[in-house]
């Protein structure tokens, strides 16, 4: 009799759930999707542009979202949609229990932005790329050059990172423009010069030097004298003059031939030596002989 009752209570018990999922279901199958919120992780001042980005994104979204049953609603088809933009770390979606698409984005954080030829993108700390474009734009430092794999943009971080973090440095480059790994140019807001940093060694020493063209010598020979400050040099300071133009003039001396010269004949034995009859040897005197010489005679 116990058994009987075990069993009566098991099916009662498995109708109830079946019930109540069904029940659920078609409770659930009434609420709809009543709208999406974005939150951004971190905090930042372009939130609010990215936020609005993202909204807009998801207006463009081929399957319709907002007004179809929240059960319907493909969170994890919109996450791969989101991060297939590569501007973010990390996209998590959610249906809240008020019936709204939660879409919680952790952005990428870009430490620069990069002009590679006709290619713009932005580089995040790791060196991934991220996409550039109006509704993501971020006011990061600007570097100019043409990379490939032997030399990319994370390559030059060190050198924007140490500038962006000095205070003089900071206020007076406004760009960098990277040749290859060893002459990274930095571009101030003086016109007329550039200042070659060379690689990303000896940054500190570097610095120093770059000061001392501007406290000692710049003010001195005039801010406008030279077209590249070079500071990669152990120890020196190079710098290149804007005017290429000798600095004194040199007179061009043209030799010309002499006529008669010209018109003499070549020597037939130009090997032989000339005697000079002035260099001939004295004859040697002759021993046997008596006399005695006179006043006259000069002994050399």
Same mark, same amino acid.
């Given at each position: 009799m116990?058994?009987?009752? %075990? ?55 081929? !399957?319709? $979202? ?16 989101? =991060? ?13 229990s ?8 952790? +952005?990428?954080?870009? !430490? ?11 580089v995040?700390?790791?060196g ?12 990061? +430092? ?9 030399f990319?943009?994370?390559? $030059? ?17 406004? =760009?960098?423009?990277? %040749? ?24 500190k ?12 010598i ?6 406008? =004298? ?7 040099? %152990? ?9 290429k ?39 040697? +005197? ?15």
């Amino acid at each position: 009799m116990k058994t009987v009752w %075990k069993w009566i209570i098991l099916t009662v018990l498995i109708g109830y759930v079946i019930t109540m999922t069904v029940w659920a279901n078609a409770e659930a199958d009434k609420h709809q999707c009543r709208g999406i919120s974005v939150s951004i992780t971190g905090g930042g001042i372009n939130d609010s542009i990215t936020t609005e980005a993202v909204l807009d994104l998801l207006r463009q979204y081929p !399957e319709k $979202i907002v007004g179809i049953p929240a059960t319907r609603v493909n969170t994890r088809g919109i996450q791969e949609y989101i =991060m297939s933009l590569n501007n973010f770390e990390d996209v998590r979606c959610h249906i809240t229990s008020q019936g709204y698409l939660a879409v919680n984005i952790q +952005p990428m954080i870009p !430490e620069i932005r990069v002009f590679d030829g006709e290619n713009s993108y932005y580089v995040n700390k790791d060196g991934k790329r991220i996409t550039s474009n109006s509704a993501f734009y971020v006011d990061v +430092p600007v570097v100019a050059g043409n990379f490939n794999n032997g030399f990319s943009p994370k390559d $030059i971080l060190p050198v924007v990172r140490f500038v962006e973090r000095d205070s003089t440095l900071h206020s007076l480059i406004t =760009m960098y423009v990277a %040749k290859d790994k060893n002459n990274i140019l930095l571009v101030p807001r003086f016109t007329g010069h550039v200042i070659n940093f060379g690689d990303t060694s000896r940054l500190k020493e570097k610095r120093q030097a770059l000061l001392t063209a501007y406290h000692n010598i710049l003010p001195y020979r005039g801010w406008e =004298m030279y077209d590249t400050i070079s500071v990669k040099f %152990k120890g020196q300071i190079v710098a290149t003059r804007r005017d290429k133009r000798p600095l004194y003039p040199f007179e061009t001396i043209i030799e010309e031939e002499d006529p008669e010269e010209g018109s003499l004949p070549d020597d037939p034995n130009p090997q032989a030596p000339q005697q000079n009859p002035a260099q001939t040897q004295p004859s040697k +005197p002759n021993t046997n002989d008596n006399t005695t010489p006179t006043n006259s005679t000069q002994q050399v």
